[in-house]
């Protein structure tokens, strides 16, 4: 594991494998272990120099418990840092779900830092939820820590024995503050519009955010949307053997590996 220091907090992350730069980014909940554990790792390694990043409040990067610190536009930064950190100049890169909201608002504020950006089940439109149900949910993660959401995401379907005891290991008073951090965002549809870099947008036609992914995709002239039949939000991560065939494809035509 390595770390760099970005405005006081620890950003940990790996790198693996050998080729031009990829950087990984998982969701909510998640931490860089999921890309090993999912497959994405030893499926890309052969042909990628890796950057595995631990989001702000995740694996072995810090925990603040304030929201201040996890805004979008400041994991962003994260991950600039650790790009100028390992000496990458410009990269590919692949989001899932939160992970790819960082990705898309990486897109928009810096550019000319990638190559090319997938991001799955993940869209660049506003998010303007009720003041009161994400305080209910952040409560929830303080009073109760995660066991409700590992229930609740279970319900909606299979979830791999190694994600559940990734989001066991998390500290629920972190994910509280990122609750409430990133439950308010302006969208970059409008900076994306103008962009060259080529974006595959992921989502499974289950997603209860398509609508806003189906939007990022219509604003956004140089990105493409897949679409996953019968599946749900979660499958754009975890169903690698539809979303690798449609990646790999993506990242070579576009002049990575």
Do not use: K
Not at 155 to 175: C, F, K, S
Not at 231 to 248: E, I, K, N, Q, Y
């Amino acid at each position: 594991m390595r770390t760099v220091r970005r405005d006081g907090f620890r950003i940990a992350y790996e790198v693996v494998g050998e080729g031009p730069p990829l950087v990984l980014v998982h969701g909510f909940y998640g931490d860089r272990t999921t890309w090993r554990s999912g497959g994405h790792v030893d499926a890309l390694a052969g042909g990628y120099r890796l950057i595995l990043i631990d989001a702000l409040g995740h694996g072995g990067s810090d925990t603040p418990h304030d929201a201040a610190p996890y805004r979008i536009d400041r994991q962003v930064e994260d991950v600039v840092a650790v790009l100028d950190a390992e000496g990458v100049q410009r990269t590919a890169y692949w989001g899932a779900s939160m992970g790819g909201v960082i990705g898309l608002h990486l897109l928009a504020r810096y550019p000319e830092r990638l190559t090319c950006l997938v991001a799955g089940g993940a869209h660049a439109c506003d998010v303007d939820a009720d003041p009161a149900e994400v305080e209910a949910e952040a409560e929830l993660f303080r009073g109760r820590g995660v066991a409700p959401f590992v229930d609740w995401l279970e319900r909606q379907g299979t979830m791999p024995g190694w994600m559940r005891e990734v989001i066991l290991a998390a500290d629920p008073q972190a994910l509280a503050a990122l609750t409430t951090a990133i439950s308010r965002r302006r969208g970059v549809t409008g900076a994306l519009a103008g962009t060259d870099v080529p974006v595959l947008l992921i989502a499974g036609d289950g997603d209860a955010r398509l609508d806003e992914i189906r939007r990022t995709a219509e604003a956004v002239p140089s990105a493409r949307l897949a679409e996953l039949p019968g599946c749900g939000h979660s499958d754009a991560f975890l169903r690698l053997d539809l979303v690798l065939p449609l990646v790999r494809p993506f990242l070579e035509a576009n002049g990575v590996g």
